[in-house]
Structures are given as C-alpha cells and as structure tokens.
C-alpha cells in the first residue's frame, strides 16, 4: 500500500495543518517509509487476540464534581494570543 | 570536600544537613556554573534569581526534616510551572505561562527543592535526540557535536555536566532511559501510574511517564521517593503503597532471578554492545543471581506498533494547540484558515509528522487495519512480558543498540532515529518500569547502558539490582568540561 499526494493533502485537511505541495511532496515519502516499516505487523494473526485498551488493570474512579480553583478567569485569560478582557477572542465566525 | 556542582544529591543533602553548608552556596554554585555552560544549550528558560531568593529564605528558617532539603532543581521543559515559562520545546507554547504545578514537580517542591529552571527537549517530547526543540539542539557534554538523547535531552546533559545535582524527565518510549544511556547517567521510568500525569505537557497519554534521571542508583531511589503519589487529579495514577525506596535499597541480590531474551540481540548489533550485555550478566552472577535465558517472542512488533499508537494518541492530545486561548497564533481570514495557519507554523516537521500518521491511522476506513490492530499486538507484546515474568524476577538488556551519535546524522531519516528506541519501546507499552544505569564505553570512549526491566510496582527490585551492579561496574564518567567559557 502506498500513500499519494491526494491522501497526504486530505490527512492534511483532518489534521487542520496546511502544507504547500513542496512539503507534501515530502512528507509522501516519509509516510510511505514509515507505513512499510509499520505493515510489519501484518504478518501476525491477531485474530483471536483482545485488543489492549488499558495497560493498567484498573478502572477509573469516580470523584465527587466540586469547585476546587475560583477566581482563576483573569489568570486563564492572560495566556490569551488576542486580547478583550472577558473573552477570547476569535476571526468572525457568524456573517 | 569535593566541588560542589560534582556531588550527588546524597551528598548535597548530608552536607546541607549537616549544616556544612548552605542552600544558597549550592543553588549559587549550579548558578555560576550554568553562566560558564551556555554552549550546552540545556537552559530554556531559566530561574535563577527567584532560586536564590529561595535558597536564602531557606537557609533562614530550614527545615531539615525535608528529603529535598533546599536543593535546587532544574526540569524539563515538559511539566508545567505556576508562573514560569512552560514550552514543551515548541513555538507554539513559546509565550505559555502555566497558572498551575505540575503533581510530580509539586511534590519536589513541598519536600524542600528549589526550581532553578526548565531544560531543553525535543518539540512534545518527541525524538531521540534533542534535534527536534524549537529552542535549538543541546550539545552532550561527553564530546563535542554528540547528540545528548532526547526526547529529555536537556535533562541528561545538565546531570551528566553537574549542572543540577538531579533532575526529573519523561518517558514515553525511552525518553528518559536513552538519553541517560548516552550521558553515563541514570534514568528510571517507573510502573504506568505511579507518577501522577497531571500538569505535565501530554503526548501519548497511554505510555507517558514521569521519572528521575540522576547521577547514581541511590540519589534515583531518593528521588523516585519524592515524586511517585498516588494523585485524584490523574485519572490513571494507581494508588497502592509505595517503597521507602531509598531506605530499602539494598546490593543484596543473591537468589533473584534475571532474565536474558535472546529477541534483544538484534542484526548489526556493535560487539561492544553484545561485550557490555555479557560483562553485566558475569557482574549479576558474581553479585549471586540467577541468570535465565528467556523469550520474549513479539520484540519486533514494539516499535511498528509503536508508532501507530503513540501518533494516533499524540494526534489527539495536540488537537487542542488551536491558537483560540493560549500559545502561538498565526492570523487567518477565517476560523479554519487561523487553525490550519496556526498549525502549520507554531509546530515543527517532526511533531507535524507524527500528528499526520496519528490522523491517518485514526481516520474513517484505517482504524480497524492500524490501531486495532496496534492495540492487538500490544496485547501479545504484554503477554510476552507476562509470560516471562513468571520464571524471572527481572531482565536485564542493553538500553541502546548504540552510543550516542552525531549531531545532525539521522535527522533526514525518520525510520533509522526511531530504530534507536528499540530496547525501550517495549516497556513503555507493557507499562512496565525500566531502568538505565551506565555500565561501559564504546571504543570512543561514549558511555553505553543496561537496561534493567522490573514487574508492574516492583522498582525497589531493579534499583537494587542497579545498585549492586553499579557497585561492580564502576563507572567513571570522564568529562573534560571542554565547554566552558568565562
């Protein structure tokens, strides 16, 4: 199986990280070497076999839904890129 | 006494203890050095006046009932800090200032320890070598133009340079065990769910874990002390009682039985390494444990399926570096266009590879064919483990299949910098603990790693082990300071 120009530009588009034909040209090669080292796998049956879905044989707990940090809106929205006091800000999204 | 920036964290605080000496003289002492060592580029961001402020509020009223007892500590850039810089190594968290701590750094700090400032590392932790940082490569102070390992690059060389006495990392996929494998330095990824994930950057939730990375196996076990808790605020963290670890280290080792899997002598293997490997099984003899020769049948599959689970969960966890409330933001036309903008610039090409095979083998029509397929084998590759685990005690393996190699040597070459993972890949997606002690040179006089891999919960078990061959391999890391300006 090989991975061409048209599906990189697609996984680009799911990953919402746009690429220039250059760099997609490039990342095809790197992907398609990487996926011919990962079709290794297919040479197992794993038919009958369970698939992993916690390393940890434990299941989750429970926690009572309480407040534990207030006041914190001025501290969040100083990591903001774009600045309006109460809000974050984004490119219109409504016409 | 010895100069201070060369003592081991027992050392330090013994003679903080002591009253030998003061906080303030050892956290000026790393300070100075660091000035002296900007060609190692191990600093992203660092701390040092707030870290003298607090040596010397230390040292006024001191509590020497603390293990950290006024230590200063550099991290990696990886966990966040309530009010310091926290980068990830990437330009997309370039101006991001954490409003909260970190569970594992929290717990440096509630036992007396000083920040003294964040270390460099690969972009999200992801690579071998430090190459990948937005903030440059970091230079290993074993030679010049040496990578240091990565992805805790930064980690490893400031240890290895005596420019923090330890410090702490992650490991995901060998993370912590390779760079300390090319440092002469220790490492040790603990059991998944025994340091608690909160606060520290994500990349593969599955495999991350935090752990210590120090001088030697017993500042490892006063260190894995400190930061191993059972946390309500990570979902995954295990509450069981953990070890006193550093007052149950012990050499004595005689009776354990320790595996040796014939699937880690891998083709084109350097004899020193095959040489190193038999040299740490005579020692494991002498020291009166059981060597067993063992299998562990699926090694091959590790790394395939390695880098089908670890993309497809890194792809998830950066879903949420969008430029709308924090980190880098590249102005768009529209909200997609900001996104894919933002994207694009603020992480670099390994990250973004990464993130595309992690969409791939996600998307609708692959999923069944890649990461269910991954998660199967992962399945058998912890059988493996399983499996052996029920004749042996322990296993012992080479942590590399090589010394640290050049700068710029393998960074056109994705597939052949993952291969460096090999020994390590496995452990992480069995969930088990691992750890690398220095044990030998190569015929370039580059330090070389075993690899001691525990059961789920049992690190008192391969710190021992550590310790007692530590003990006979005597390891002298010889580093000619070869970077220091005035």
């Not at chain 2, 030679?143 to 240890?159: I, R």
């Not at chain 2, 007692?468 to 890391?477: P, R, V």
Request: glycine share 6%; aromatic share 8%.
């Amino acid at each position: 199986m090989s991975i061409d120009l048209k599906t990189v530009k697609h996984i680009s588009k799911l990953a919402r990280i746009s690429i220039d034909d250059e760099k997609a040209n490039k990342l095809k090669g790197d992907l398609n070497n990487i996926f011919q080292f990962i079709e290794k796998l297919n040479e197992l049956n794993t038919d009958n076999v369970q698939a992993l879905t916690s390393i940890a044989e434990t299941t989750l707990r429970f926690r009572k839904d309480e407040i534990k940090s207030e006041n914190i809106r001025e501290k969040i929205l100083k990591n903001s890129p774009e600045e309006n006091k109460d809000f974050f800000v984004v490119p219109k999204v409504v016409e | 006494m010895s100069d201070i920036t060369s003592q081991s964290l027992f050392e330090l605080t013994s003679n903080i203890k002591e009253k030998k000496l003061s906080s303030e003289e050892i956290t000026k002492a790393f300070i100075n050095r660091a000035e002296k060592s900007k060609k190692l580029n191990v600093y992203v961001t660092d701390n040092f006046e707030k870290a003298i402020d607090q040596s010397k509020k230390f040292d006024s009223n001191p509590n020497l009932d603390f293990k950290l007892p006024g230590i200063p500590i550099a991290v990696k850039d990886l966990f966040c800090t309530d009010g310091v810089r926290t980068t990830a190594g990437s330009k997309i968290l370039n101006n991001f200032v954490p409003t909260y701590e970190s569970t594992v750094t929290q717990n440096l700090w509630s036992q007396g320890a000083i920040l003294l400032g964040k270390l460099n590392c690969d972009e999200f932790a992801m690579g071998s070598s430090n190459e990948t940082s937005f903030f440059g490569n970091v230079q290993n102070p074993v030679g010049e133009n040496l990578v240091p390992g990565g992805s805790s690059g930064g980690s490893s060389a400031a240890v290895a340079a005596n420019l923090t006495p330890v410090t702490i990392g992650t490991d995901t996929g060998g993370s912590i065990r390779q760079p300390a494998s090319f440092t002469g330095t220790v490492g040790l990824k603990p059991t998944y769910g025994s340091c608690s994930r909160y606060g520290i950057v994500a990349f593969a939730s599955s495999l991350d874990q935090a752990g210590p990375m120090t001088k030697n196996v017993r500042d490892c076990s006063m260190l894995l002390e400190v930061i191993s808790s059972f946390d309500q605020k990570d979902s995954t963290s295990i509450d069981y009682k953990r070890n006193h670890y550093s007052k149950e280290l012990s050499k004595d080792i005689k009776g354990k039985k320790i595996g040796i899997p014939k699937e880690y002598r891998v083709d084109n293997m350097p004899d020193e390494i095959e040489l190193l490997w038999k040299n740490g099984i005579s020692y494991a003899k002498d020291c009166g444990a059981e060597i067993i020769d063992i299998s562990l049948p699926h090694t091959n599959y590790a790394l395939p399926t390695y880098y089908i689970v670890a993309p497809a969960e890194a792809s998830s966890n950066l879903a949420r570096y969008d430029g709308v409330k924090y980190g880098f933001r590249s102005p768009g036309q529209n909200l997609i266009e900001m996104y894919e903008k933002t994207r694009s610039e603020g992480f670099g090409d390994e990250v973004k590879r990464r993130i595309m095979i992690g969409t791939y083998v996600l998307s609708s029509g692959y999923y069944d064919a890649y990461y269910l397929k991954a998660q199967k084998v992962r399945q058998l590759i912890k059988k493996d483990f399983d499996d052996a685990f029920s004749k042996v005690d322990a296993i012992l393996t080479p942590s590399t299949p090589s010394s640290a190699f050049k700068i710029g040597e393998k960074t056109n070459d994705p597939v052949s910098m993952y291969l460096n993972d090999i020994f390590t890949v496995p452990i992480n997606l069995a969930g088990l603990p691992g750890i690398s002690i220095p044990a030998g040179k190569d015929k370039n006089n580059y330090p070389l790693g075993l690899q001691v891999i525990g059961k789920p919960f049992d690190e008192q078990n391969i710190l021992n082990i550590s310790y007692a061959l530590e003990d006979k391999i005597n390891f002298k890391n010889d580093i000619s300071d070869w970077w220091l300006s005035e």
